[in-house]
C-alpha cells in the first residue's frame, strides 16, 4: 500500500483506531458536534483556535463567558502513562498552558488504573512514565505545577475526605450506566474496563465536588475526536446522577496531527512520531525518511501540478504550531502549492524549526525536572 492509499482509505475515528482521510464536517455530523465559531480575542491568540485545529465544541460558551467574566473554571484532561510523549500529546497539552493563562485551575488525571487493567501491570513503571515522559514535559512547555492539580487514580488524594469523595462518585455513578453504554465504547466488556470507564467519568466530573472546588464550576475537556465516546457518557451520568447538581461538562475536539507516515500516531511506533525527547539528529532522520509527503514523483512534475499541503505531514508540523507566524505559513502554503517549493525543501524548513524548538525544549526539561522530586515519593 502507497502513502497515497494511507491518507485516502476509509474514514474510522474510535478510542482505539483512527484511519483514513478524515473529514471533519462529517465527524461533526456524526457525533452531533458544534463547529466551533465567533470566538473572543483571547482565544484567537492561540494558534490551535486561530487555525480552527481545534475545530467543534458541546456546551463551550460557559466556558467563553466564564473566560470574559474572570470568573473560576475548570480545564480537566486525563493522560494514558505509556511509552513517549510525542507532538500529537503536545496538542493536549498546549491547551492546558493556554486555559491556565486565563485563569483556569487546571486537573490533570494519570489513568495509571486504567492502563494498569489494559497494558501494563507495573504500577510503578507506569507512575515514574506520567512524571518523566509527562510532568515534566509540561512543565517545560510552560505549565505551572503549583496551579495544577496532577493525580494518580489509584491514589487520588492523601487528604482522606478529598480521596473519600472522588472514589465514592466512581461507585454511585455505576448505578447510573448500564452495561449496553459500556459495550458501546468499550466493545468487549471486562471488569476492569468498567471499573476504567466510571473512574474516567469520575475525573471529569468530581472538580465539581464541594471537597475540591466548592462549587459547582463550569469544567472543559479538551479532546480528540476519538474520545468523544467517553464524554458522552460521561456527561449522561451528570445529568441521571441525581445526588449532585453538576454543571453539564463542556468540551472541544481539535484534529488529528498526522503520525510521520500517515494516520494518527501510535505510541507503538517511534518511527510514526517525533518524541519531545528526541534529538534534533534523530527527529530529522525521522522528517526525511518517514515523513509523508503530498509533492509529486517526479521534479518535473511536482513543478506543474504543484504539492498538497493538506496531507503533506511536514508541513502539518508548522501548522500545528511549529510555525507561529500566519503570514509566513500562507507563504509557504502557497509556494508549495503551486509548485515553486519542493517537498525536500519543505523538510528542511521543518527541520530547522523543529530543531530550534527540540533544542530549547530540553533545556527547559532539565529544569522542569527539579521541580517534580516531589511526585516521586
Same mark, same amino acid.
Given at each position: 500500500?502507497?502513502?497515497?492509499? @494511507?491518507?485516502?482509505?476509509?474514514?474510522?475515528?474510535?478510542?482505539?483506531?483512527?484511519?483514513?482521510?478524515?473529514?471533519?464536517?462529517?465527524?461533526?455530523? &456524526?457525533?452531533?458536534?458544534?463547529?466551533?465559531?465567533?470566538?473572543?480575542?483571547?482565544?484567537?491568540?492561540?494558534?490551535?483556535?486561530? /487555525?480552527?485545529?481545534?475545530?467543534?465544541?458541546?456546551?463551550?460558551?460557559?466556558?467563553?463567558?466564564?473566560?470574559? #467574566?474572570?470568573?473560576?473554571?475548570?480545564?480537566?484532561?486525563?493522560?494514558? !502513562?505509556?511509552?513517549?510523549?510525542?507532538?500529537?500529546?503536545?496538542?493536549?497539552?498546549?491547551?492546558?498552558?493556554?486555559?491556565?493563562?486565563?485563569?483556569?485551575?487546571?486537573?490533570?488525571?494519570?489513568?495509571?488504573?486504567?492502563?494498569?487493567?489494559? /497494558?501494563?501491570?507495573?504500577?510503578?513503571?507506569?507512575?515514574?512514565?506520567?512524571?518523566?515522559?509527562?510532568?515534566?514535559?509540561?512543565?517545560?512547555?510552560?505549565?505551572?505545577? @503549583?496551579?495544577?492539580?496532577?493525580?494518580? #487514580?489509584?491514589?487520588?488524594? %492523601? &487528604?482522606?475526605?478529598?480521596?473519600?469523595?472522588?472514589?465514592?462518585?466512581?461507585?454511585?455513578?455505576? /448505578?447510573?450506566?448500564?452495561?449496553?453504554?459500556?459495550? *458501546?465504547?468499550?466493545?468487549?466488556?471486562? !471488569?476492569?474496563?468498567?471499573?476504567?470507564?466510571?473512574?474516567?467519568?469520575?475525573?471529569?466530573?468530581? !472538580?465539581?465536588?464541594?471537597?475540591?472546588?466548592?462549587?459547582?464550576?463550569?469544567?472543559?475537556?479538551?479532546?480528540?475526536?476519538? $474520545?468523544?465516546?467517553?464524554?458522552?457518557?460521561?456527561?449522561?451520568?451528570? $445529568? /441521571?446522577?441525581? *445526588?449532585?447538581?453538576?454543571?453539564?461538562?463542556?468540551?472541544?475536539?481539535?484534529?488529528?496531527?498526522?503520525?510521520?507516515?500517515?494516520?494518527?500516531?501510535?505510541?507503538?511506533?517511534?518511527?510514526?512520531?517525533?518524541?519531545?525527547?528526541?534529538?534534533?539528529?534523530?527527529?530529522?532522520?525521522?522528517? %526525511?525518511?518517514? *515523513?509523508?509527503?503530498?509533492?509529486?514523483?517526479?521534479?518535473? &512534475?511536482?513543478?506543474?501540478?504543484?504539492?498538497?499541503?493538506?496531507?503533506?505531514?511536514?508541513?502539518?508540523?508548522?501548522?500545528?504550531?511549529?510555525? !507561529?507566524?500566519?503570514?509566513?505559513?500562507?507563504?509557504?502554503?502557497?509556494?508549495?502549492?503551486?509548485?515553486?517549493?519542493?517537498?525536500?525543501?519543505?523538510?528542511?524548513?521543518?527541520?530547522?524549526?523543529?530543531?530550534?524548538?527540540?533544542? &530549547?525544549?530540553? %533545556?527547559?526539561?532539565?529544569?522542569?525536572?527539579?521541580?517534580?522530586? %516531589?511526585?516521586?515519593?
Amino acid at each position: 500500500m502507497t502513502g497515497k492509499q @494511507k491518507m485516502t482509505s476509509k474514514q474510522k475515528v474510535t478510542p482505539w483506531e483512527v484511519k483514513g482521510n478524515i473529514d471533519y464536517d462529517k465527524l461533526i455530523k &456524526e457525533f452531533g458536534l458544534i463547529p466551533l465559531s465567533h470566538l473572543p480575542k483571547e482565544f484567537e491568540k492561540n494558534v490551535l483556535f486561530r /487555525r480552527g485545529i481545534v475545530f467543534a465544541h458541546r456546551d463551550f460558551k460557559k466556558i467563553v463567558e466564564a473566560v470574559e #467574566q474572570k470568573k473560576p473554571f475548570v480545564m480537566m484532561t486525563g493522560l494514558m !502513562p505509556s511509552g513517549k510523549f510525542h507532538f500529537g500529546h503536545k496538542l493536549v497539552a498546549d491547551q492546558i498552558i493556554f486555559y491556565q493563562s486565563l485563569g483556569a485551575k487546571i486537573y490533570v488525571a494519570v489513568a495509571d488504573i486504567e492502563a494498569y487493567n489494559s /497494558r501494563n501491570t507495573d504500577i510503578k513503571e507506569l507512575r515514574e512514565t506520567a512524571i518523566k515522559e509527562y510532568l515534566i514535559n509540561y512543565i517545560a512547555l510552560g505549565l505551572n505545577p @503549583k496551579k495544577c492539580d496532577f493525580y494518580f #487514580q489509584s491514589s487520588r488524594s %492523601k &487528604e482522606g475526605k478529598k480521596a473519600n469523595a472522588y472514589y465514592s462518585l466512581a461507585n454511585m455513578l455505576a /448505578r447510573h450506566a448500564t452495561f449496553n453504554e459500556f459495550k *458501546a465504547v468499550y466493545g468487549e466488556i471486562t !471488569p476492569g474496563k468498567m471499573v476504567s470507564s466510571l473512574l474516567q467519568a469520575a475525573d471529569m466530573l468530581h !472538580p465539581q465536588l464541594p471537597e475540591f472546588e466548592d462549587k459547582s464550576l463550569p469544567v472543559i475537556i479538551p479532546v480528540g475526536s476519538d $474520545q468523544d465516546p467517553h464524554l458522552r457518557l460521561a456527561r449522561d451520568l451528570a $445529568q /441521571r446522577i441525581k *445526588a449532585f447538581k453538576f454543571t453539564q461538562l463542556s468540551s472541544t475536539y481539535h484534529k488529528f496531527l498526522p503520525g510521520l507516515k500517515g494516520g494518527k500516531m501510535s505510541s507503538s511506533d517511534p518511527m510514526s512520531f517525533i518524541a519531545l525527547t528526541d534529538s534534533p539528529d534523530e527527529a530529522a532522520l525521522k522528517i %526525511k525518511k518517514y *515523513a509523508f509527503s503530498g509533492g509529486q514523483p517526479t521534479l518535473e &512534475e511536482h513543478r506543474k501540478k504543484g504539492g498538497d499541503p493538506e496531507v503533506d505531514v511536514a508541513f502539518q508540523m508548522l501548522k500545528y504550531g511549529l510555525e !507561529p507566524d500566519d503570514k509566513k505559513l500562507q507563504q509557504i502554503h502557497d509556494d508549495y502549492r503551486s509548485g515553486k517549493l519542493l517537498s525536500g525543501e519543505l523538510k528542511q524548513m521543518t527541520i530547522e524549526r523543529l530543531t530550534t524548538f527540540l533544542k &530549547e525544549h530540553q %533545556k527547559k526539561r532539565k529544569e522542569a525536572e527539579k521541580l517534580v522530586d %516531589k511526585f516521586l515519593n
